[in-house]
């Protein structure tokens, strides 16, 4: 089955600085990569997500990035502001998953003021 | 917007006692998933279910069975609570289609004593 490793499991950076966080995959035919952000007791939000058709996606200050061949793809936060602080979870998923996505272990990025 | 809710945010229930957890979404989603959620080991799958009355193990099955007699609605229960089953219990739903993520519900702090 697919396996998702992300990395770090921690990141602390100072307002205004960027973030980045990286994953890998185990499963060559996985297509479909979304990123969830958790705010302190809160539920998991979908914030991007990238189908394997696509290089690269952006949303204002965040993009994700996607390295087919290399089985890796990464979110990339700019301009951190405080509440930006939060757990980011990456996952992926393809038609031959039982329809679940496979999380990695999850990131808690915290921006220092 | 889809809407998944579960029934309480916070339970607290003693060692061995039956306890049901439940979990509602409105959006006539196939596929709903339940997870569990600890410090350090990020989001950890127990069961999920892809239509009425079908089932099937996810990761961590053990000590938890489910049950889904209506779309909307998938139900978690602990047989006999355990103390080791203290934790964040996550409902999510997906719809059909690679391209989808999922949608959360708000999570149910269970607390075994």
């Known amino acids: 089955g697919e396996n998702v490793e992300q990395h770090p499991s921690t990141l602390s950076v100072q307002e205004g600085d960027s973030a980045v966080i990286k994953c890998t995959y185990s499963d060559s035919a996985s297509n479909y990569f979304p990123w969830y952000k958790q705010e302190l007791g809160k539920r998991p939000q979908l914030i991007i997500d990238?189908?394997?058709?696509?290089g690269e996606k952006k949303d204002q200050r965040i993009a994700v990035t996607l390295n087919k061949t290399a089985k890796h793809f990464s979110l990339h936060i700019t301009e951190t502001q405080p509440e930006d602080s939060a757990v980011y979870f990456c996952?992926?998923?393809?038609?031959?998953?039982?329809?679940?996505?496979?999380f990695g272990s999850g990131t808690q990025l915290t921006v220092l003021p | 917007d889809v809407k998944v809710t579960q029934s309480s945010r916070y339970l607290v229930k003693r060692t061995g006692e039956k306890v049901f957890l439940e979990c509602v979404q409105d959006m006539d989603h196939e596929n709903m998933f339940w997870y569990r959620q600890d410090p350090g080991l990020g989001l950890r799958l127990i069961y999920f279910?892809?239509?009425?009355?079908?089932?099937e193990k996810g990761d961590i099955p053990e000590g938890y069975s489910v049950s889904r007699e209506k779309k909307e609605r998938f139900s978690l229960i602990l047989e006999s609570a355990s103390t080791n089953q203290t934790s964040m219990y996550l409902c999510a739903s997906r719809g059909t289609g690679v391209y989808y993520g999922y949608t959360f519900g708000s999570g149910t702090r269970l607390t075994v004593v």
């Open positions: 279910s892809y239509d009425v009355k079908m089932k």
């Open positions: 990238i189908r394997s058709n696509v």
């Open positions: 996952a992926a998923s393809n038609e031959g998953s039982a329809r679940q996505l496979t």
